[in-house]
C-alpha cells in the first residue's frame, strides 16, 4: 500500500527457516520507489488464540481519514482459519512499524458451506455506492472453490452474504482474491472502491490446484452484490491469466501518488527445498508492474513500472540489423547476468505464416521440447537469456506468428529445457498464445534477466512470462544474450536498447544512521 509518502510491502514470511512452516508471520519492509527497499521490524506475529499457529495472508485498506486497516487470516488454536482485523499504533509514524491486533477479533469465521480450514486471504475493501464496506474472501467446499462476501458499516462487525460472490467446479481453495476497477479509456488507475460508466471490473483468483492466478473482466453492480464476467472459466488455455510462467498468489494496490494500479506477484523457486534451506531463502517477488485495461476492454496490460529505469546503467543499442533464417547474433557490451532488454522486430508480410487454430492446440505444448526442432515460417524468433558462449545452457524467450481463423496471432514462449545443465530443476516451458493486429509490422520484446529469474513482456506487455532458471555455466561474466531467428523467413532487428542493470539497495531500518 502507499501511506504518506511510503510504500509498504508486507509479505508472508518463515523467520527460522527458508521452508514453509506452522508459525507464519507479516513481515514488512518500506520504500520511496518500490525497487530499493529498507526492512522493518516484522507487523503482525502470532500471539493470541485466534492466530497463535500463523499470520496468514491479507490486506490493507486505507479507510476514511487516511487510517489503515489490515485484515488477515489467523490459524486459530485449533487449527481453523479466521479473519482478524489490526490497526496502526501510531499513525504519524509514516512507516507504521508497530500495529496492535483489534480486541474483538476474529471479526469473521467461516460460515456454513464453508471448509473451516479453507477459508483465508481477505481481499482489499471497498465501498458500495450504499455506503457499505465490501471485502471477498477465498473459500472451498468439497471440489467447488468460491469466493465469499462480507459486509460491514463499521469495518469491524460484518455479515456474511449467503449466496457465493464467483464459484467454480473442481479448481479447489479459490486463494488470494483480489476485486478492483479499471478504466475503460486510461492507462491510469483507479481506487478501489470507485464504480461507476467509466470502469469495468477485474476479479482475480489464484487456483490452489493449478497453481496460477487467473483474471476475469465483467461488469459489476453493487445493489445487486453480482459481478457478471464476460466469459466463463474453461480450465483451458484460453482462460486469462496475469503471467504464462511461474507467478502467483499476486496482489495489487491503488498507488495514490502516481495514480496508477500496481501488481505484484510472487514467483517460487524451481530447485529443491534443500536448496532453499542451503541459500537461506525461497522464493522472490517480480518487479512491480502496472495494469491497465487493453483497448479492447478484454484482457490488462502490464508494464514494468517507470522507476526501474532508474537502475539502467551502461547502455548499448542496434538498429535496422537484418536476421536471415538460422541465425543467432550476440549482445556485446553490457552485463547479459543482469540486463534490461527492449527489442523491436519488424515482421515480413503476415500472410506468409503458417496456418494454426488456436482452439486446437495447447500453447505450452506447442512450446515444449518436442517441437523444439520444428522450425515456422515466422519464427521462432526472439532472445536467448542466459546463454553459456557455447549455447549448450539457454532459455529462449521467442515469438512465431501464425494464421488463424478472421485474424493472426502470436505464439510466446518462453523454453527452460535448456536453461541448466542441473538435472534437478523444474524445467517446465510456458508459452500462450495472443492476437495481433492484421496490420501489425512491428512486434516488441522486452524482458528483465537478473540471475536467476527472467521476466518478459510481449507486444507491449500483452501477455507476459515468467521464469526461474539456475544456470550452472551462463552465471556472472560466464552469462551471454543472443537475439536469434531460427524461422525460414529473415526478420529485422528495428532497434534492440539494452542496459546493464544496477543492484537494487536493500537494508535493515537498525543500520541506517539518521543523518
Known sequence: MYYKGVYHLFYQHNPYAAT????IIWAHSVSYDLISWIHLNHAIEPSEPYDINSCWSGSATILPGEKPAILYTGIDKNKHQVQNLAFPKNLSDPFLREWEKHPQNPVMTSPSGVEKDNFRDPSTAWHGNDGKWRVII????????????YQSDDFLNWTVNPNPFFATDDTGVCECPEFFPVYINSTNGVDTSVENQSVRHVLKISYIRIQHDYYFVGKYVSEKEKFTPDVEFKGTSSDLRFDYGKFYASKSFFDYAKNRRILWGWVNESDTTQDDIEKGWAGLQTIPRQVWLDKSGKRLMQWPIEELENLRDKQISITEQKLESGSTLEVLGITASQVDVEVLFELP????????????????LLCSKQYESRSGKIGPFGLLALASKDLTEQTAVSFQIYRAPNRYICLMCSDQSRSSLRQDLDKTTYGTIFDIDANLKTISLRSLIDKSIIESFGDGGRACITSRVYPSLAIEKDAHLYVFNNGSQSVVISKLNAWSMKQAEFSHEENISCA
Do not use: C, M, Y
Open 20 to 23: 514453509f512452516g506452522d508459525r
Open 138 to 149: 477465498g473459500a472451498q467446499n468439497g471440489d467447488e472453490g468460491k469466493t465469499i462476501l
Open 349 to 364: 508480410e503476415l500472410e506468409s505464416g503458417e496456418w494454426l487454430d488456436p482452439s486446437e492446440v495447447d500453447p505450452q
